[in-house]
């Protein structure tokens, strides 16, 4: 599967984003995708999945409340809407997948199997 992100942008503390990421390739609705993000110097990080079945949600601490991620398998596409954004949630933003069900070490990026190409998101103060 290929994965292409777009949505990033510059907003002021409190506004809001929407990214999304489309997918291209066949089997799309049964791979569990999600968003990691990384900051300037630090790690890369998990923010959100969702199962294959859009029945489960997985979410970073840190972005409950504030985020959420949706998936529409007919179009190939994974969403996440991003609510309240703070400076702390500038970063370079990635769109993920793996094949299957949702594994237990889903926060872990060592186990994403394709990953999209960034897109910057930048809060200002």
């Known amino acids: 599967v290929q994965l292409q992100a777009s949505g990033g942008g510059l907003v002021q503390a409190g506004g809001s984003l929407r990214l999304s990421c489309a997918a291209s390739g066949r089997s799309f609705s049964y791979y569990t995708v999600g968003w990691f993000r990384q900051a300037l110097g630090k790690e890369r990080e998990f923010v959100a999945a969702?199962?294959?079945?859009?029945?489960?949600?997985y979410y970073k601490d840190s972005v409950k409340g504030r985020f959420t991620i949706s998936r529409d398998n007919a179009k190939k596409m994974v969403d996440l809407q991003m609510n309240s954004l703070k400076p702390e949630d500038t970063a370079v933003y990635f769109c993920a997948a793996q094949f299957g069900t949702v594994r237990a070490d889903y926060a872990s990026a060592a186990q994403v199997g394709y990953w999209g190409q960034g897109t910057q998101v930048t809060v200002s103060s």
């Open positions: 969702i199962s294959y079945n859009l029945i489960s949600t």
